[in-house]
């Protein structure tokens, strides 16, 4: 039977025909699917898991024990989880162990445009790229096999658009992969640089033998078309946009194996043609490795090292045609910045701290919004849970009076990502921060995930709840005050009491997100005759409040009466209608 799978549901299926049987992510767009379709087959263990290197040594110890396992994360989690991923390269694997990591090129939900087979080289582990949901489906299954005939973990990698693009999928039965047998062996999982040396040994040894794998493996594929002088060297989602820009005015190296590269099927294509052009995302990986090997190639030179690539683009440094101009709108549209959401609880938060003028030191999620106008209150972003520590080294470097105009904001799920552990800094190293958590009962920017605060686990199954205010009192801190974000004039008071305070503290905004199922504001706002048109609501940045004719409107179609915008009038204009 066949189905139109996305891609990363096309991994899931192959997880699961591969008789995988445990698997440990943290969500990050765009790899959170693969997890969330894991969920659909109760014969695999699925969890979140606090962050990407608890999630890979989950999947490490579950490879050890005799389980098919694996780890999904988006390329900058690979970060997070970089130091076992290293290190498992040299115990290799009992069961198969498979690590997905997905690309975004063109930063679609993320930080930066990272490269992620620079880490299956600097590691040594071999790497797989698909380029539709069927090869997702079915790299995944072979990596698994590879896996253990090699003694190695396996990267997967992905983008976005061959993530989150469907094709056809040709669905099989699950294996029946039995638990292999788990014996104590020290010298192979324990580590220490007397073990290490040895096995770096077997992994040059393996690196060799998957070397001669990959120049014989049906993974790379040749594409020879008739009287072509032109050869183009592509893997995943650029195969598609070339094959869709060129047809078979050219031929095509399809490259399936990252790491190692297939050197010997490179060289021969290559000796085919007169011109040869590397296509690749991001950086020159291929283009490199060739150069290397003496061939003489069209990369970087011609192509860009920024953002994804398309159709258009290709056919236009290979054939020198130019793509048909799009028909242009008769009409300007207007800029649709991205912004929270009606009712979002982070909105209150930005308010106050945009009126205090405080400098506020921002971390990755929803909330990275606040740094949009007309909010515009966050200095930093730099990555998950580098809010906290971000702020600890500002107060440092400027003392205690600049402190005191200096929070920290971050979300629940991020603070028990990375957070925690800069907080037990403060308080070791006597900062004086205040740390706002922004609680809002669900892992939000990825799409409403469960996380340890929440109470429920992938499956939805309730479970214990870490209680912030405990984990908090527990490193140190003695100050922890819970608030309601929309009770603007209360939570002002208290922003102000804590970053006033000569020891740490943190603040807990208390307000769940408004877009979950429980949560059921009623009603609408509506603007009363007795408005003095002060537009104090629109620095809220709401967009159900906009100015019409001159005057503040609110649409009720998009209003869902979390009641904010009542808060802040100054002149009690704004009611509530049912």
């Not at 982070?346 to 701290?353: D, E, I, K, S």
């Not at 919004?369 to 200095?379: H, R, T, Y």
Request: glycine content about 8%; some cysteine; hydrophobic content about 35%.
């Amino acid at each position: 039977m066949k189905k139109l799978l996305l891609g990363n549901a096309a991994v899931a299926r192959g997880a699961y025909e591969a008789g995988v049987r445990v698997v440990s992510s943290y969500p990050g767009t765009p790899s959170t699917e693969i997890t969330e379709n894991i969920v659909a087959y109760p014969e695999i263990y699925a969890e979140w898991a606090p962050n990407e290197k608890v999630a890979a040594e989950v999947a490490i110890g579950a490879s050890i024990a005799g389980a098919r396992s694996m780890s999904c994360m988006k390329h900058v989690g690979l970060n997070v989880m970089a130091d076992p991923v290293f290190t498992v390269s040299y115990t290799g694997v009992n069961a198969g162990l498979v690590f997905c990591v997905a690309d975004d090129p063109g930063m679609h939900s993320s930080q930066n445009e990272q490269d992620s087979r620079h880490y299956a080289i600097a590691a040594k582990i071999p790497m797989l790229e698909p380029s539709d949901s069927s090869e997702c489906k079915e790299f995944t299954k072979l990596a698994y096999e590879i896996s253990e005939r090699f003694d190695t973990p396996v990267f997967i990698r992905l983008s976005t658009r061959i993530s989150h693009s469907q094709s056809l999928v040709e669905l099989c039965d699950r294996e029946n992969d039995e638990l292999k047998p788990y014996e104590k062996n020290a010298p192979k999982y324990v580590m220490m640089p007397g073990n290490a040396i040895k096995r770096h040994i077997d992994v040059e040894k393996r690196m060799l033998d998957l070397k001669d794998f990959s120049d014989n493996s049906s993974l790379n594929n040749v594409e020879i078309n008739d009287n072509t002088k032109i050869g183009i060297i592509c893997a995943g989602t650029t195969y598609l946009y070339s094959h869709e820009a060129l047809g078979d005015k050219v031929s095509y190296l399809k490259i399936g194996m990252i790491n190692p590269l297939p050197e010997k099927v490179i060289l021969d294509f290559c000796k085919r043609f007169e011109k040869i052009y590397v296509v690749e995302e991001l950086d020159p990986i291929i283009e490199n490795a060739c150069k290397a090997l003496g061939i003489d190639v069209i990369g970087k030179d011609a192509f860009t090292l920024l953002g994804e690539y398309t159709p258009s683009m290709i056919k236009s440094v290979v054939l020198g045609e130019k793509a048909n101009e799009s028909s242009a709108l008769s009409e300007n549209l207007p800029a649709r910045p991205p912004v929270m959401c009606a009712g979002c609880p982070h909105r209150g938060t930005f308010y106050v701290l945009k009126k205090l003028g405080l400098t506020v030191s921002g971390d990755i999620g929803c909330y990275t919004l606040g740094a949009v106008p007309p909010l515009a209150s966050i200095d930093t972003t730099v990555c998950m849970g580098a809010s906290v520590s971000v702020a600890h080294g500002m107060g440092k470097a400027r003392g205690n009076e600049f402190t005191k105009k200096l929070v920290s904001v971050i979300g629940d799920s991020t603070f028990m990502h990375s957070g925690i552990t800069g907080l037990s800094d403060i308080v070791y190293n006597k900062g004086i921060n205040t740390v706002i958590i922004l609680d809002n009962s669900i892992t939000g920017m990825t799409g409403h995930q469960d996380n340890p605060t929440t109470g429920y686990t992938i499956r939805g199954e309730e479970t214990k709840q870490v209680n912030l205010i405990m984990l908090a009192k527990a490193l140190g801190i003695e100050n922890v005050v819970v608030a309601d974000p929309f009770d603007v004039k209360e939570f002002e008071r208290v922003v102000k009491e804590e970053t006033e305070r000569e020891e740490p503290s943190v603040i807990i905004a208390q307000r769940p997100c408004a877009l979950l199922k429980r949560v059921k504001y009623s009603g609408h706002c509506v603007i009363g005759d007795n408005c003095k048109n002060c537009k104090m609501c629109m620095k809220l940045g709401c967009p159900a409040i906009s100015i019409k004719d001159n005057k503040v409107v609110i649409d009720n179609t998009q209003c869902n009466g979390c009641g904010l915008c009542i808060n802040v009038c100054p002149f009690q204009a704004i009611k509530k209608e049912d």
